[in-house]
């Protein structure tokens, strides 16, 4: 069964500070790979994805994700954070050869303080 | 762009009551996916539709219901509520391999 490990479940920064999140994921098949972001009091809304091609994979806002296949894992990365990206980071899996279902790992809250 | 729409936004049902949670999509999109979201648990899947007519359980359906009668709409039912409903409820859609979130449904059972 597919399984998403996300290490950090609370993240605190300072405004300009270097973010990495850990992600990842159990399944022995090609996948899909995903960044979703939940600002407060919204719904999800994805940042990044990655389907195939170049591991490193740009998103909106800054942030990059790199696939290391040999890691299994899909981290998150900014070089620099600002207080708007205080939120709670999803990342998700689905079986590229069916994508029904999508996997989400429990979530890193990060809080940016100016 | 309306996308995936929730009503309500917010609930409160006595223990035993029974409430319907609406989802609409204006994508056209033939998959459609309910989801409860616990504090650090991240998003459980509780049922999901591939089209019209068709759907199956996911990983939590225990205490729900789900109907397609459409391809815009996927209600979720709760027949008898209890206090291990209390979540928010999100509702997505997807056409291929991404999906689409609407703004989700807070329920709190007492």
């Known amino acids: 069964a597919q399984s998403v490990s996300q290490h950090n479940h609370h993240v605190i920064l300072s405004e300009a500070a270097s973010l990495e999140l850990g992600c990842n994921y159990s399944y022995g098949g090609t996948v899909n790979l995903f960044w979703y972001v939940q600002y407060p009091g919204q719904h999800l809304q994805l940042l990044l994805k990655?389907?195939?091609?170049?591991?490193l994979v740009k998103g909106i806002k800054g942030f990059e994700a790199e696939f290391i296949k040999s890691k299994f894992s899909f981290n998150l990365r900014k070089p620099s954070v600002q207080w708007s990206d205080t939120a709670e980071y999803f990342c998700?899996?689905?079986?590229?050869?069916?994508?029904?279902?999508?996997?989400f790992g429990t979530g890193t809250r990060l809080q940016v303080f100016p | 762009n309306a996308g995936v729409t929730q009503t309500p936004k917010f609930r409160i049902l006595k223990i035993g009551q029974s409430m319907t949670l609406q989802c609409t999509q204006d994508?056209?999109?033939?998959?459609m996916y309910w989801y409860r979201q616990d504090p650090g648990m991240g998003l459980k899947l509780i049922y999901y539709?591939?089209?019209?007519?068709?759907?199956d359980k996911g990983e939590v359906p225990n205490g729900y219901n789900v109907s397609r009668s459409t391809t815009e709409d996927f209600p979720l039912r709760l027949e008898l509520a209890a206090p291990s409903q209390t979540s928010v409820y999100f509702c997505?859609?997807?056409?291929?391999?991404?999906?689409?979130f609407g703004p989700g449904t807070r329920l709190l059972v007492l």
């Open positions: 998700a899996v689905n079986a590229a050869r069916n994508t029904d279902k999508l996997i």
């Open positions: 990655y389907f195939s091609g170049d591991p």
């Open positions: 997505a859609s997807s056409e291929k391999e991404t999906q689409y």
């Open positions: 539709s591939v089209g019209a007519g068709i759907t």
């Open positions: 994508m056209n999109h033939n998959y």
